[in-house]
Structure formats: C-alpha cells, structure tokens
C-alpha cells in the first residue's frame, strides 16, 4: 500500500506564501505521475496541480500562476509551492498519484492550509 505524508501547511495572511512537502512511499515514485489536491469544507476534492513522470505540469484554472508543482525523484518527494495566497486557497491538501486516488487507502492525512483576508 502507497504511504504519502504531506507537511508545510500552516496559517498564513492573504497574499503570503507556502511549500508543501510531500513524501512518498512504497510506490514507483519515479515511474508515477503525482498531484496536490484539495478539499475544502463543504466541498468535493479537485486536483489542483499534477506532475507526469517526465515532468510536464498542469494546473487547475483557479492557481494558474499562483502555484507551482515540482518534484524531487531522488527524494521521492512532490512539492506544492503556493504564492499570492487567497482565503478561498484555504482547504486541506493532500497529494497522490491520479492512477491510484479512487483506493481510499492510498490518501495520507492531508495538511491544512489557512489563508486569513
């Protein structure tokens, strides 16, 4: 079973600035296409950033520009950076591979994020 472990959310004021971090296990990382999610209360969880396995990065319409995807293959670790942060960025965040996120099992924790206007 994958193990993901995402970290660096935190409260920040509008327009600040995060990096979450997420580290991957028990999956070929290298091999995987990775996304950041977010579910916010109330609502359904949307993707909002993913990265394939060469690298090539697509974004949700509401961070274009905003938001940076990455990845570390040495690190097994996928990157979220989040500029000109807005309270509606505000959810919990969680990464996965897009393949295996309809196994309920395969979702970490997830950290929140808190954007204050």
């Known amino acids: 079973q994958v193990q993901l472990v995402e970290s660096g959310g935190g409260l920040v004021q509008a327009g600040g600035s995060l990096r979450l971090s997420c580290a991957a296990s028990r999956i070929l990382f290298s091999l995987s296409a990775m996304g950041w999610y977010r579910q916010a209360p109330g609502k359904q969880r949307e993707l909002v950033a993913s990265i394939s396995s060469s690298g090539i990065t697509d974004y949700a319409d509401s961070v274009k520009g905003r938001f940076t995807i990455s990845r570390d293959n040495a690190k097994n670790t996928v990157y979220l950076q989040m500029n000109s942060l807005k309270p509606e960025d505000t959810a919990v965040y969680y990464c996965?591979?897009?393949?295996?996120?309809?196994?309920?099992?395969?979702w970490g924790q997830g950290t929140q994020v808190t954007v204050s206007s």
């Open positions: 996965n591979s897009p393949p295996l996120s309809r196994n309920p099992g395969s």
